[in-house]
Nanobody, 130 residues
Framework: QVQLEESGGGLVQAGGSLRLSCAAS????????????MAWFRQAPGKEREFVAS????????YYADSVKGRFTFSRDNDKNTVYLQMNNLKPEDTAVYYC???????????????????WGKGTLVTVSS
């Protein structure tokens, strides 16, 4: 019943921008979306999944991996049960499948790798050409 669905991925040239969205649905999840911290992870071909960014339940606090800091912006709209990842100045090394995830831990815990994610989306592919 609980679903996270990512969208907005695609092919873009280096230096370009994309905005990913992740919409939450499901009876239980939809009622308590604002209770969850949210996060984006990514997995490049042949590599392990890595943390990209996390956001607090209110959206007031965000954390970013050093590799994306200053280029990516994470936001959320609790009225729409949706989070967004604005990605600017994209680089070929940003090529990956991007996953959104929800957690009952704090965004700070997710950032430090001590917060488990409760729900995961299926991912959306971002390809950045050089």
């Amino acid at each position: 019943q609980v679903q996270l669905e990512e969208s907005g991925g695609g092919l873009v040239q280096a230096g370009g921008s994309l905005r990913l969205s992740c919409a939450a649905s499901g009876r239980t999840f939809g009622r308590t979306f604002s209770s969850y911290a949210m996060a984006w992870f990514r997995q490049a071909p042949g590599k392990e999944r890595e943390f990209v960014a996390s956001i607090s339940w209110s959206g007031a606090t965000t954390y970013y991996a050093d590799s994306v800091k200053g280029r990516f912006t994470f936001s959320r709209d609790n009225d729409k049960n949706t989070v967004y990842l604005q990605m600017n100045n994209l680089k070929p090394e940003d090529t990956a499948v991007y996953y959104c995830a929800a957690s009952l831990f704090h965004a700070y815990d997710i950032f430090h790798g001590t917060g488990d994610m409760k729900y995961w989306g299926k991912g959306t592919l971002v390809t950045v050409s050089s």
